[in-house]
């Protein structure tokens, strides 16, 4: 039997403050780009535990989910690799300033829908999954947490 095609499962925070999103600047196998605070689900973690943990983890921010922005398929266009994103917007609650960023994070910045479009145009965005989030959570795309449903043992 061959081996098994499984899809890299991520999670992604979309975060707006005063018509800004949170984005960050992070070193990847094709240069700097720019994502949501994102990383891949752990062994026994919720799809909610990971977004928040990836996003104190890149951002210094405790991120708290409230809705689902909705979930994204993606296959790099070398075919090595798909992804399947679950988006979730949510607050911040508070900040761990003192707390390093993860390793290949360069910093956090907060970026207008525009210079997120641009960013898309240039190719400087981590892939196309993440401006699908931003134009969703702009077109007002919300769904409630029980949608997920996580099953724990």
């Given amino acids: 039997m061959g081996e098994v095609w499984r899809p890299h499962v991520t999670v992604a925070a979309v ?48 991120f708290v989910p409230n809705a689902v922005v909705g979930v994204y398929q993606w296959t790099r266009p070398d075919g090595a690799l798909t992804y399947l994103r679950f988006a979730f917007s949510g607050k911040v609650t508070g900040e761990e300033s003192e707390r390093a960023l993860d390793e290949g994070i360069l910093r956090t910045l907060w970026l207008s829908p525009e210079e997120v479009e641009a960013a898309g145009r240039e190719g400087r965005l981590r892939s196309p999954m993440v401006l699908s989030c931003v134009r969703d959570w702009r077109e007002g795309r919300r769904y409630s947490l029980d949608l997920i449903r996580h099953l724990a043992g």
């Fill in 15 to 62: 975060i707006e403050r005063e018509g800004r999103f949170l984005f960050v600047e992070e070193e990847t196998e094709f240069g700097v780009r720019l994502n949501q605070p994102a990383g891949h689900l752990e062994p026994g973690e919720s799809l909610v535990e990971a977004v928040a943990r990836e996003t104190l983890e890149e951002t210094r921010l405790r």
